[in-house]
């Protein structure tokens, strides 16, 4: 089965513009679009928490998601870079609309939802920093 919304048309910018509504509308303070060759890469935004502000950058992994679309032989005209690009932003907005939802019900914090993709330097997360070791956690007590 293929990768859901393989077939949109959406740019990425536009949609990128969507997250940003709805990051804005759940208390970001800053939104910031990183481009790399004329491609919106990653998101990264700032919300106030109980803790002070904090930074939390969202990236989109094309290179990745086009072998995705390669491996699922979707036709060959979805099959580029480009449609990668409006693909993985389209899951990305399903997700953080998805994520905006739950805060909605009080049931978790924006911070919270997007606590792996809190900035621990200028650009890596904090699941970055775990996944390259950096960060040991325990088992808890009890």
Not at 5 to 21: D, R, S
Not at 27 to 37: K, V
Request: hydrophobic share 45%; proline share 4%; no cysteine.
């Amino acid at each position: 089965m293929p990768i859901i919304k393989y077939t949109t048309t959406v740019e990425a910018v536009k949609t990128a513009g969507e997250i940003q509504g709805i990051l804005a509308a759940h208390g970001a303070t800053a939104i910031l679009m990183e481009y790399e060759e004329g491609r919106v890469i990653a998101l990264a935004f700032r919300l106030k928490t109980p803790n002070g502000e904090a930074a939390f950058r969202l990236p989109i992994d094309a290179h990745a998601l086009l072998r995705i679309l390669e491996r699922d032989g979707v036709p060959a005209k979805y099959r580029t870079h480009e449609q990668a690009v409006r693909v993985g932003w389209r899951i990305v907005k399903d997700w953080v609309a998805s994520q905006a939802a739950l805060v909605e019900t009080s049931m978790v914090k924006m911070e919270e939802v997007f606590m792996p993709y809190l900035l621990v330097s200028e650009k890596q997360t904090l699941f970055e920093r775990w996944q390259g070791g950096q960060l040991q956690l325990g088992l808890g007590k009890g």
